[in-house]
């Protein structure tokens, strides 16, 4: 086992991790930072991967106030209001800060200033954005900053245990392997903060890239950490349905498609969202992704299952010339966007639950920070777009702030509970002396299934006990089944089996925080209990994990800054 | 290659400290698979400790490239019926890049150069209280728009032959880079960039083959940003400056 030591290290090389380590570094220029992460940096993650924009309170006539209230109210109030409110008072600065300082070259509009465009669900045009590819600019820009600074890297390394000292009094490290060498890495450091993303990949379709599988909320669990709104899955109503064999499947189509005009139609070719919702195809996620399910289970799909999405009647041209990345990606898979029908299908898009946290980035467990979609709390029951990329980088350079901060009072270095490290290393060992690779593609496909069909965007009690079960099963043949290769460098399957064991948990925890909560809010809908309920008795789950047990409760929201029946005074 | 056929894939494998070995692989062709979609099948069904990156899926991440048939492409968005030839597929790690393993790459050596040749915006001093005005038809937005979009895949430096033989050439990735900042209004910096990249080993050991250009992606022109370098950087001597 290799051992390190640095000062601050971060989990993670999304918009939150490598903004926290360029405001570590520049709050402790003489502090260590180390940026770790299982892919290569920069590249691993989904704030590289947004389309749309980033939401920011700066046109004239908007407001840091008015951004918030569409937060809460698409948030269906279960927000935690102090982090909503963190995230839009902060946003002008951010977004000062990405073009001057880190040199993101946002798009303008004819009077030279930011360019703002319009996103569902608020009630002013504040998405700034650069083209339909703003993540890349940010991820990019972030990137070559700390590439230009004494950043170290750990690149190709997974994270595998949050690990305290012995007394659990704070956290003192992190165990990972290095992918490259199958080796363990011990990595001490005074602060550690969490920032791997989420990613909902355990869904049959999703949008997140395909390394994502919740490994920071599965360390949190095993840390004893608790988790708040884990049934509240977002799911976007356009992904790209290319057939069972290809990883394009799932992939996002922007929003925008809908916004200028696009139609969703059956298989039949009949428009749908008419009969739904007066804003037809320009509904919320939440409503055209259950009208979609709807649709499908009525039997009214097209012939890979989905739905059709037609973009041919605003004119092919015009089509080609405003959704240039778009019309292109689908003619890579053969499809033809601008003249022809797409097939699409709801797609698993963002956790809006996560680690509970302060709006300083600290944590219960002291040592530990934690930032972006690894967090809950902002975004309540419901993410606007444009509030992700924006929640990453803010609360990202929060927390390196805080961090910078908490080495002049922290202590020095802490010894990790051996025990645990133990425990961590063997359990993390025991697939790659199994066979069985073969049957890992297809446990990952029978979990895929079932939390589609059971916990997906249509729940009842029954569906969500059958999947309880049908997830213990799964949890166990896991157990048995092996890497099929005892090989440790850079072996593939052994980290499939490990993403797998992390995502069963993780969907463990959506479950039992849907059947936690009976009504419905947001993303998450309860057929059997169809009512949002009294949205001034509010209340969030939160789930923890005690032994191999996991528990929920509910907690009351407290509203500290609006209430609900303040919003009709708008 | 259609639905149905088996399809022989070619793969070269081996780590950082073995030779590397051709290994064949036959694989069913179901639906109409890309390049990424057929190497996971392998990982899958028959190599199960087969070394191969991906994150995004669809071409924003740039972590999936290499060698296609001998030419550096990504793989997520290259469908295998456009490049596969008689039933077979030749795949191989980017070349220039050491090998983690078969088909991945340390792509570090490729970011240090990026870094090593100023890719990165440097902010003026006058604070962040304001934002540049710039309009978006100015020649300035036009400018620094053209090769903005880089994903930094590689392609383009697995591509250049002057930066395979020449270790110290910053590549065309890095040169564009470097070209965007110039024309970017907001940079402290600048043209005064030129000096940095215009030295021995630098951005006159082009030789304007515009292979970065034809195998560019993204559709970017690294070769028209390293002429717009040179042409700078020749004026800027013409006029004395440093």
């Not at chain 1, 002291?366 to 924006?390: C, K, M, Q, S, Y």
């Not at chain 1, 490990?498 to 419905?520: C, D």
Request: charged fraction near 25%; glycine fraction near 14%; proline fraction near 5%.
């Amino acid at each position: 086992m290799i051992r390190l030591e640095t000062d601050i290290l971060i989990l993670g090389s999304g918009g939150a991790g490598l903004f926290a380590a360029l405001h570590a570094k520049a709050g402790a220029p003489e502090a260590s930072v180390t940026v770790a992460v299982k892919g290569l940096l920069g590249k691993s993650g989904c704030t590289r991967m947004v389309q749309g924009g980033y939401n920011v309170a700066v046109g004239p006539g908007d407001s840091v106030e008015r951004h918030f209230l569409d937060t809460i109210e698409g948030g269906g109030w279960i927000n935690d209001q102090d982090l909503a409110w963190k995230l839009v008072e902060t946003a002008p600065a951010r977004v000062r800060e990405l073009e001057n300082q880190i040199g993101c070259f946002f798009d303008r509009g004819p009077d030279g200033g930011l360019h703002r465009k319009a996103f569902a669900g608020q009630s002013f045009d504040r998405t700034v954005h650069k083209g339909d590819l703003t993540g890349i600019e940010i991820i990019g820009r972030l990137a070559e900053q700390v590439w230009a600074r004494d950043i170290r890297r750990l690149e190709d390394h997974r994270a595998i245990a949050l690990l305290p000292d012995a007394a659990g009094a704070a956290l003192a490290g992190v165990l990972f392997i290095d992918m490259r060498s199958g080796d363990f890495t011990l990595v001490r450091a005074r602060a550690v903060l969490l920032a791997t993303g989420g990613g909902p990949t355990m869904y049959r379709y999703h949008t997140p890239s395909g390394d994502k599988s919740c490994d920071g909320m599965a360390m949190a669990l095993r840390a004893g950490l608790p988790l708040r709104d884990m049934e509240m899955v977002q799911f976007h109503p356009t992904g790209l349905l290319a057939g069972p064999g290809t990883r394009m499947t799932g992939t996002v189509l922007e929003e925008g498609l809908r916004g200028a005009g696009g139609w969703l139609l059956t298989g039949g070719g009949e428009r749908f969202m008419l009969r739904v919702d007066d804003r037809a195809e320009r509904a919320t996620r939440d409503i055209i992704s259950r009208t979609m399910i709807e649709e499908i289970r009525a039997g009214r799909a097209t012939p890979h299952g989905g739905l059709y999405l037609k973009m041919a009647h605003l004119g092919p041209a015009r089509v080609r010339a405003e959704f240039k990345g778009m019309v292109e990606r689908c003619a890579d898979c053969g499809l033809d966007l601008a003249g022809g029908l797409v097939e699409v299908i709801p797609s698993a898009h963002y956790m809006m639950g996560g680690v509970v946290f302060a709006p300083d980035g600290s944590t219960a467990l002291p040592g530990l920070f934690a930032a972006g979609e690894d967090t809950g709390g902002v975004h309540g029951a419901n993410r606007l777009g444009g509030n992700g990329v924006a929640d990453s980088t803010i609360f990202g350079g929060i927390a390196g702030d805080t961090m910078a901060a908490w080495l002049r009072d922290a202590s020095g270095f802490r010894e990790p509970d051996r025990d645990l490290l133990d425990q961590a290393a063997g359990r993390a060992l025991a697939p790659l002396h199994r066979n069985g690779a073969g049957r890992l593609a297809d446990l990952r496909d029978r979990l895929a299934t079932l939390m589609w069909d059971k916990v997906g965007i249509l729940r009842t009690g029954r569906d969500l006990a059958d999947a309880e079960a049908a997830l213990a099963d799964l949890g166990a043949e896991l157990a048995e089944t092996g890497a099929g290769s005892a090989s440790p460098a850079y072996n593939p399957a052994w980290h499939d089996w490990l993403n797998l064991e992390n995502l069963i948990l993780v969907s463990r925890a959506i479950l039992l925080a849907a059947q936690t909560r009976q009504g419905s809010r947001g993303a998450h809908y309860r057929c059997d209990f169809p009512e949002p309920g009294d949205l001034a008795a509010s209340s969030y789950t939160e789930v923890r994990l005690q032994g191999e047990v996991l528990t929920a409760a509910n907690r009351p929201v407290r509203h500290t800054r609006v209430r609900p029946a303040q919003e009709t005074g708008r | 290659m259609t639905a149905g056929e088996v399809i022989t894939v070619t793969i070269r494998r081996g780590g950082e400290h073995g030779a590397p070995v051709p290994v064949d692989f036959r694989v069913p062709i179901t639906g109409d698979p890309t390049v990424l979609d057929l190497v996971t099948a392998i990982q899958r069904d028959q190599a199960p400790d087969l070394g191969y990156r991906f994150s995004c899926r669809v071409g924003m991440c740039g972590s999936c490239a290499m060698l296609v048939q001998g030419r550096p492409r990504w793989t997520c968005r290259t469908r295998v019926s456009l490049v596969a030839r008689r039933g077979r597929l030749d795949l191989a790690p980017l070349p220039g890049l050491p090998v983690v393993k078969d088909l991945a790459v340390d792509m570090a050596p490729f970011f240090e150069k990026w870094a090593a040749a100023g890719g990165g915006f440097r902010p003026c001093e006058s604070g962040d209280a304001v934002l540049a005005l710039v309009a978006p038809e100015s020649p300035a937005r036009r400018n620094a728009d053209a090769a903005i979009e880089c994903i930094g895949c590689g392609v383009c430096a697995a591509a250049c032959r002057v930066a395979g033989a020449e270790p110290g050439y910053p590549g065309p990735a890095a040169l564009n880079r470097v070209w965007t900042l110039v024309n970017d209004v907001r940079d402290a910096d600048g043209p005064r960039r030129l000096a940095e990249v215009a030295g021995p080993g630098g951005l006159f050991t082009c030789h304007s083959q515009g292979a970065c250009t034809a195998c560019c992606p993204k559709g970017l022109d690294p070769s028209r940003s390293i002429a717009g370098l040179k042409r700078a950087a020749v004026l800027a001597a013409l006029r004395g400056e440093p």
